[in-house]
Every structure is written in structure tokens, then in C-alpha cells.
């Protein structure tokens, strides 16, 4: 199997076929689990950098929103935290891909990947996640608006109470948790396996999404529960201040490579 990562298919070269998805079963899942633990004890040090950006990130998020006052986007913003974890991973992905091929690699070669990745399909993701992501926020905007207009709460404590403590405040959770499920299954379903699929293959992004959409189709328990695995483990590492982020971020990053290749059937001739 080869990156993909070497520039743009030739004009007189055939159009790569279509990607296709294959039957994942939950024990598929726990060896995709046990092969990322095993790349993140391999290079521990390269993988937990990816965590540790990722956990700075979070943290200057949060300080961000706190100091604008936009209290009201913290919550929205931690639910999306997890799913926009992908684009962290790119580094991830092309260690484990290299791992398993036995070739050597140093941060030059892994930051190398990252960056050719400006000059292909994975900006045009980019444009879509974040504009999911803008949906997500002004609907979470809009329905607070609608329930919560008679509430008044200047910090996230007093938000807190108004949410849990008030009639208009479970109304407001019930409708925020609906729409936000939704989108939540929109964005998981559309990136799950386009991420790993655009590195490794020269494909465009609109077929990397199409592959992610069938292969979640056609496994849609396995898939969905390995969201919700995703989203569990990494809201449960928020806690000690993001910092378990370090450990989670990159065995969930491997993981996915492997799932993705258990998932999504080899090219031909590889």
C-alpha cells in the first residue's frame, strides 16, 4: 500500500475506481484498538506530541471563550471537540501506515506528509467540517436563544444552572441534544474514514466522503458505536485539564488508521 503523497494523478492516467467498503465487525474493532496501542508504545514520543497539540489547543479554546465571555460556546464546543480530532491525526495515520509497511521514519518524513496535505484534498474537508461545525454553533445558538430568553447567567456555573435547575432549561437540553445528535452523526459519518483514505490515496474529497457515508451505511452499529467510543474516551480525558488527551488522541489516531483499512478494501494491485 503507498501514501498517495507524492502529487497529483498524471492527466493521461485513468481516474482511480471507486473506494469500496467492507464489512467491519466489533472484533475488528478491538484489534484496530489493540494495532494503535501497539504504533503509540512503538514511538511514544512523536505519537504523544500529536496529544499534547491537541491538548494546548483545547485549553487556549476554552481560555478564548472564557475571555470573549461567550460562555454559551463552551458546551457546544466541547460536544465538537472530539469530532474535529481527525485533522490532528494526519501525522498519526501516515506513522501506523509506515509501521505496519516496516519503513523508517523520523519527524521530518511524518511533518513532511502533514504539510503536502495544504497542496491536496484535505483543505476542501477542512471547508466542510468547518462548515458543519458553523451549522452546529448557530443552531446551539438559536435554540438557546428560543428556551433560554427570560435566563440570565454571566458564568458557566450560573449557565449550568439555569440548564439542570430550570423548566426552559431541560427544554432547551432535550432540543440541543436532538439537533446536535444529528449533526454530531452528519460529521462523524462524512470524516470517519475520508481522513485516512485522502492520505493514502489520490482521490478527491468528495469520493472520500461518499467511501466514509457507505462504509458507516453498511456498518452503521459497529461504526456508530466506535463514535461513541470516540467521544466517550476523549470527553472523559477533558477532565484532568485536557492533558489526558496525550495518551488518547494518539492510540484513537492509530486506531483509526487500522480501521480503516479493515473497512475500506485495498486499492488494486496493492
Known sequence: MTSGTT???PQNQQPPAMPQPQTVTAEDIRAALKAGFSDFLARPVMSG???LFYALFGIFFVWALLWMGKIWMIVPGAIAFPLVA???CAGLYEMSRRLKAGTSFGWADILT???NQRKREMVWMAFVTL???WVWFYQFRTVLVITLQHAAFSDLQGF???VLFTSEGWTFVIIATLVSAFLATVLFSVTVVAMPLLLDREIDFVT????SVRVVKRNPVVMLGWGAIIAVTMTLSFVPAFMGLIFTLPILGHTTWHLYEKAVAPKIGS
Open 208 to 211: 472520500a466522503m461518499i467511501t
Open 86 to 88: 481527525p485533522f490532528a
Open 113 to 115: 506528509v502533514m504539510a
Open 7 to 9: 502529487g497529483t494523478t
Open 131 to 133: 462548515f458543519i461545525l
Open 49 to 51: 506530541f500529536f496529544g
Open 160 to 162: 449550568f444552572e439555569v
